[in-house]
């Protein structure tokens, strides 16, 4: 079974900066793209940041020019560097290892961590 651990989260002002990092069991390469997604109360879960295996990116509307994905191959994690926090950034963040076998898709989730930015 793969494992997905995030790391990171806290309690930060606003416009301070967080770094959350993602480690798999196995290699990240294994996995077509990474992503972080995040869930605020009462909301529906939505998309951070993704990377695929060919570098390309991709972001939510509402952290672009924020927030950075990025990929540390020599400590085999999925980083996310967060800056100029909003307390509307106060959510669950959630780290997604995405896979394609035999056409077929598939993902895991870590189990979150939390992100509180104070006004």
């Known amino acids: 079974q793969v494992q997905v651990v995030e790391s990171g989260g806290g309690l930060v002002q606003a416009g301070g900066s967080l770094r959350l990092s993602c480690a798999v069991s196995?290699?990240?390469?294994?996995?077509?793209?990474m992503a972080w997604y995040r869930q605020a109360p009462g909301k529906e879960r939505e998309l951070v940041a993704a990377?695929?295996?060919?570098?390309?990116?991709d972001y939510g509307d509402s952290v672009k020019g924020r927030f950075t994905i990025f990929r540390d191959s020599a400590n085999n994690t999925v980083n996310l560097h967060m800056n100029s926090l909003k307390p509307e950034d106060t959510a669950v963040y959630y780290c997604?290892?995405?896979?394609?076998?035999?056409?077929?898709?598939?993902?895991?989730w870590g189990q979150g961590t939390q992100v509180t930015v104070s006004s």
């Open positions: 990377i695929t295996n060919g570098g390309y990116t």
């Open positions: 997604n290892a995405g896979y394609v076998i035999g056409g077929r898709r598939g993902s895991y």
């Open positions: 196995g290699s990240i390469f294994a996995f077509n793209t």
